[in-house]
């Protein structure tokens, strides 16, 4: 699209500099009609130019992801709709995890679940220091020690757009990240849910070595428990 854009505006700076010959030129060498053809010419050429560029920048948004949820600060639930988890996470919240985890064919009780363990409060600023001396930050409580590599890995717009640059503390790009993260795990552990969850706390090395720490093991169960409470709903 970018390249498409560049050869459009070189072809109507060219057509502006031959009418602009013709217009001093004048009737001595150039009439009316091609005048008149080249002013319709450069008039194609501009609504050419602004349509590529809507049309590019709506590819762009499309190809990102099916929603463009990510682009707004503030979700606007629609009249009318019904929390299915009422009283256990904020609307806005709730319709924003619905939503992506639609485009991906995942069921929202499995992040939900996890969501309501990591971050009951659901806080977007929560930052919680470990023993090793990493952190868990945002809603999500995404590691710092992964943190980069996530972001790199599951948000489109480090690449697309330097003004929407992964945030951790924007609740919404750190629900991006860690429902794709979510929905990779519970792809590459078969559907299993349980190793899904233990694979987000302990990370997936652990889970597959069998090394898993008893927190991990412990954190397991409170999250299958919040899992079978939400598909109770």
């Known amino acids: 699209i970018h390249k498409l854009l560049a050869i459009l505006l070189q072809m109507f700076l060219l057509q502006m500099k031959k009418m602009r010959i013709s217009m ?27 349509g590529s ?11 990102i992801g099916e929603t463009s949820f990510t682009e707004s600060k503030t979700i606007e639930v629609p009249v009318n709709w019904e929390n299915p988890y009422k009283g256990l996470i904020k609307d806005e919240i709730t319709f924003y995890i619905i939503e992506v985890c639609k485009s991906l064919k995942l069921n929202p009780n499995l992040p939900i679940a996890i969501l309501l363990q990591e971050n009951s409060k659901q806080d977007p600023y929560a930052v919680n220091i470990n023993n090793n001396g990493t952190t868990d930050n945002g809603l999500f409580q995404i590691n710092s020690a992964y943190l980069l ?7 489109p ?4 757009n330097a003004d929407m640059s992964f945030d ?17 795990l519970y ?30 093991l412990d954190y ?5 428990n919040n899992y079978t409470l939400l598909s109770s709903l």
């Open 187 to 216: 792809k590459d552990f078969d559907g299993n849910i349980e190793k899904t969850i233990m694979a987000y706390n302990a990370g997936a090395s652990a889970v597959i070595s069998g090394d898993i720490p008893k927190i991990t």
């Open 220 to 224: 397991r169960d409170k999250v299958l």
């Open 168 to 184: 951790w503390s924007n609740w919404q790009h750190n629900s991006w990240v860690a429902i794709h993260l979510i929905n990779d």
């Open 24 to 50: 001093t030129l004048g009737k001595k060498y150039i009439n009316r009609k091609i005048i008149a053809k080249q002013i319709i010419v450069c008039s194609m050429f501009i609504i050419l130019l602004f």
């Open 157 to 160: 717009f480090n690449k697309y």
């Open 53 to 63: 560029f809507f049309v590019g920048h709506v590819f762009t948004i499309r190809k």
């Open 149 to 155: 590599y996530f972001a790199d890995l599951y948000w």
